[in-house]
């Protein structure tokens, strides 16, 4: 938990606002937190959140997925585009491909459930904090599905726009397999034999395909999972 | 529980355990065996304006001579000298095979350096186990008097030719014997698929067809043979009915020699195999007692105090065992009506063990495909691995990840708990050995188990996909 901060200024707490529609949760979270971040704020509704974020701009928001009046995607676009520099980590017991992409693709650097633990919970805030994609096993496994390399699935060849964004490098899919299987990032670095700050790299890339590729198959494929 | 950011594996994690390379994350991977060239013996590059070597050279590599397991047609004898005396294996293999139709020598050396040099990886030579094992080698010597027997009746039909194949062939027959009895279970599967390409031997129930037609047809083409070469022989004359007489006397007298003898060796064979049926079948049952029973049992002793928690556990192991001795459907397997793709496997894997062992189960699935017997057999070793990790290992949740691809289908078991050495299991714990390792081989997959005490443990299967299902 020591790495991850060096980019920061020493001293300088990260500032966390907290954005949940349940209180328990909200309470836990602020609990369960470390030292290295500050509570600024929570909110327990959409409409307050955005303008308590505004106010107080913080680093970090934690994000909840499912709140009445558009939830965390609302959240998001609207903070987003009048302060760019905020960033969000989603947080969610949700399982649904759809709004995990969906949350993915407004903005969010990131998607963790909330059985996370405390000191994961922290580090990831810490992650993003610093720039980088947090990627949960869940949705590694869900981005892997989702630019799975076999289009079969869907059937029919559906023309890639930009195959730049429109498919994983090798190293990517391994390094997302690797976290689909339960490895922390340190572990995955030590696994492939590359640097903790490389496995951020190819994290960071995986999460501006996921959010900028047009690919036709990422919302299909979403709105399947959800048929299923 | 050693917290998230723990270093595991550490770093010679992959060598260190059971001798299992590690699985192929890293691309590149050199074989398991040592067996690629270290770079200092790498083949020069041939535009570097280095010679370029004799098209029958090849790089020689240190270490002692070895059958090789990467390069090999049948008993990887050529590979093994070819990088030895830095001589190509394909001019050594014609070399054998030259010598082998021109008098049979190639046949018969090749059988006994088979024989003689151990396989790479393997303690001892074929030759050292088998010469412990009598009965081997009285069938081994046997079917070389069979062998005997029907040359020296063919050259007193007057094939002089033959009369110099009696003993390499014969040698070769004997050898082959020791050859295929005393294969270790490696080797003993690269040859079953290597039978399995001749079509006369196969008698696989897949290829009986087959193989029926291939032999009427060669019987058939002898049978004509034979009777051409009579019909233009002509009248027989005196001469001939006698060499025919006198073949036949010899025939009888093999027969009457070692007739009774050859006779016990088959009916001894026949007993083995199914004594080796029954044996494996045993197998199974124990994989399956495993399973169930003795985990439950485990499950009841930690919850002795909770008398509740005991019935639904002894209950819900009643039910299983029925089903098992009257239905036939064996524990911990995945039932036809009950569960079809491989993504319902997985979520019944995590709803039983959450419940079981109240432990959670983080799955992550991509793709899905329906069930096959293989998979089956996956999902079932891979509930296994999993109810291993809820149980043992301390870990505060286990991670499931299942992936499903065109080729194969990968499941990887992991949890951050206590591991162990697995160098050091001790037969008796089945576990591993029955229901998740044997099981996986028996239906053509491979499972590969990486564990550090204090750090935790990963268990990876994959099972390859027969028949890719049409999209």
């Not at chain 1, 017991?93 to 996370?116: C, L, M, P, Q, W």
């Not at chain 1, 980088?132 to 599905?145: Q, T």
């Not at chain 2, 074929?126 to 027997?149: E, G, M, P, Q």
Request: hydrophobic share 45%; net charge neutral.
């Amino acid at each position: 938990m020591t790495g991850v901060g060096a980019a920061r200024p020493p001293g300088a707490s990260v500032r966390v606002f907290l954005v949940d529609d349940h209180h328990l949760v909200l309470s836990g979270v602020r609990a369960e937190l470390g030292p290295e971040v500050e509570v600024v704020g929570d909110a327990d509704e959409v409409g307050a959140a955005i303008e308590l974020i505004a106010e107080r701009l913080p680093d970090v928001v934690l994000v909840d997925v499912h709140m009445p009046d558009g939830g965390g995607q609302a959240v998001i676009e609207a903070v987003g585009a009048s302060h760019p520099e905020v960033r969000f980590l989603a947080l969610s017991v949700s399982d649904a491909a759809e709004d995990v992409i969906a949350i993915i693709r407004a903005g969010a650097r990131g998607y963790v459930t909330k059985t996370i633990s405390g000191p994961e919970l922290t580090q990831a805030v810490l992650r993003v904090a610093d720039g980088d994609a947090v990627f949960s096993p869940r949705l590694a496994g869900f981005v892997l599905d989702a630019f799975a390399a076999d289009p079969g699935m869907g059937g029919g060849a559906t023309p890639s726009f930009d195959p730049e964004l429109d498919q994983l490098t090798a190293r990517e899919r391994e390094v997302l397999r690797l976290i689909a299987r339960g490895y922390a990032y340190k572990e995955v670095a030590r696994e492939l034999s590359i640097s903790i700050k490389t496995v951020e790299t190819h994290v960071s890339a995986v999460l501006r395909k996921l959010q900028l590729s047009s690919r036709h198959q990422l919302t299909r494929w979403a709105t399947e999972r959800r048929l299923l | 529980m050693s917290p998230s950011t723990s270093s595991w594996p550490p770093p010679d994690a992959g060598t260190a355990g059971d001798g299992s390379p590690p699985h192929g994350t890293s691309p590149g991977d050199s074989s398991p065996n040592g067996a690629a060239p270290p770079t200092g013996a790498d083949p020069p590059p041939a535009d570097q304006g280095q010679p370029r070597r004799a098209w029958w050279r090849a790089p020689r590599l240190p270490g002692p001579l070895r059958r090789s397991t990467t390069d090999r047609v049948a008993g990887g004898v050529a590979g093994g000298l070819a990088s030895r005396l830095g001589i190509d294996a394909k001019a050594l293999r014609v070399l054998f095979v030259v010598l082998a139709v021109g008098g049979g020598t190639g046949l018969a050396v090749y059988v006994v350096a088979w024989l003689a040099i151990p396989r790479q990886g393997a303690p001892e030579s074929i030759l050292r186990r088998v010469l412990s094992d009598r009965h081997t080698v009285a069938l081994a010597a046997a079917f070389a008097s069979v062998i005997i027997a029907a040359l020296l009746v063919l050259t007193a039909l007057g094939l002089t030719f033959t009369a110099n194949l009696v003993w390499p062939v014969s040698i070769a027959a004997g050898g082959l014997v020791l050859v295929w009895r005393g294969a270790d279970d490696d080797e003993r599967a690269f040859l079953d698929e290597l039978m399995g390409q001749a079509p006369l031997i196969a008698s696989r129930d897949r290829r009986t067809r087959r193989s029926t037609v291939a032999r009427v047809a060669l019987g058939a083409v002898l049978v004509a043979v034979g009777l051409s070469g009579l019909v233009t022989a002509g009248r027989p004359t005196y001469t001939v009915i006698e060499t025919v007489i006198a073949a036949n006397v010899v025939i009888v007298g093999f027969l009457v020699a070692f007739g009774p003898w050859w006779l016990r060796l088959a009916r001894d064979l026949a007993t083995e195999r199914r004594e080796r049926v029954r044996t494996e079948e045993r197998a199974h049952m124990a994989a399956a007692v495993h399973d169930s029973v003795l985990q439950t049992l485990a499950l009841i002793q930690r919850a002795a105090g909770d008398q509740r928690e005991v019935t639904r556990l002894a209950r819900a192991q009643e039910r299983e065992l029925r089903a098992w001795l009257f239905e036939g459907r064996s524990p911990g397997s995945f039932h036809e009506s009950e569960v079809t793709t491989v993504a319902e496997a997985v979520a019944v894997i995590e709803r039983d063990v959450e419940a079981d062992h109240k432990v959670p189960v983080d799955a992550v699935i991509v793709g899905d495909c329906p069930l096959t017997d293989d998979l089956r057999a996956l999902m079932a070793a891979g509930r296994e691995a999993t109810v291993n990790a809820a149980a043992w290992s301390g870990a505060p949740s286990v991670s499931l990840f299942v992936e499903v691809e065109a080729q194969s289908v990968s499941l990887y078991v992991r949890d951050r708990g206590r591991g162990f050495d697995p160098g050091a299991v001790r037969g008796e714990r089945r576990g591993i050995s029955q229901s998740i390792r044997a099981r996986m081989e028996r239906h053509g997959g491979s499972a590969v188990i990486r564990s550090t005490p204090g750090q935790g443990t990963e268990v990876a299967l994959v099972m390859p996909r027969s028949a890719p299902a049409p999209p």
